[in-house]
Structure formats: structure tokens, C-alpha cells
């Protein structure tokens, strides 16, 4: 079981960047698939961006080219750095193993303001 906890969630005007970090626990990390996920009131969880061990990477279709996701299995930690942010983009973000049955950590809010 891998414990998550997200961070760096806050509110931002349209246009600015935020930069979400997973802290992840236990020595399996750095074999995992990781994804960025999202969900907004009133909608079911979806996947914004997976990381693989190796650093290849995939994005949802609305965030191609203004997110970008990394890791740094050093630190058992994965990020995401979210640019050109939308007010559709508010939701609440957590990472999680892809595939994973393991329990979802609490996520963080983004709040994106028009």
C-alpha cells in the first residue's frame, strides 16, 4: 500500500501556474505508473497526466502543452507544474498509482479565478 499526500493546491487568477507535489511513501515508487487526477464538483475523477518509471509521459487532451508532469524517485515524489491555468481547470487534484487499488490520498484544491 502507498501512502500519497498532495500539496501546492491554492487559488490562482486565469493564466498563472501553480506546482503540485505527491509525496509518496514506501520503496515500490520508483516502479510505478504514476498519474495526476482530477475531479470537479459535480463530476467523476479523471485523469489528467501519467508518468511511467522511466519518464514517459501522457496528457489528457485539455492539458497538453500547458502541464507537464516529472518525478524524482529520489525524493518518492511526483509533480505537476500547471501553466496557462483555466477556471475549468479548478477541481480537486490527486496523484495515485495508475491501475492501482491502493487508497487515494486527500487530493488538493486548485481554485482557478476568471
Known amino acids: 500500500q502507498v501512502q500519497l499526500v498532495e500539496s501546492g493546491g491554492g487559488l490562482v487568477q486565469a493564466g498563472g501556474s501553480l506546482r503540485l507535489s505527491c509525496a509518496a511513501s514506501g520503496s515500490r515508487f520508483s516502479t510505478l505508473v504514476m498519474g495526476w487526477y482530477r475531479q470537479a464538483p459535480g463530476k467523476q475523477r479523471a485523469l489528467v497526466a501519467l508518468?511511467?518509471?522511466?519518464?514517459?509521459?501522457n496528457y489528457a487532451d485539455s492539458v497538453k502543452g500547458r502541464f507537464t508532469i516529472s518525478r524524482d524517485n529520489a525524493k518518492n515524489t511526483v509533480y505537476l507544474q500547471m501553466n496557462s491555468l483555466r477556471p475549468e481547470d479548478t477541481a480537486v487534484y490527486y496523484c495515485?498509482?495508475?491501475?492501482?487499488?491502493?487508497?487515494w490520498g486527500q487530493g488538493t484544491q486548485v481554485t482557478v479565478s476568471s
Open positions: 495515485h498509482p495508475y491501475g492501482s487499488r491502493d487508497d
Open positions: 508518468i511511467t518509471s522511466g519518464g514517459s509521459t
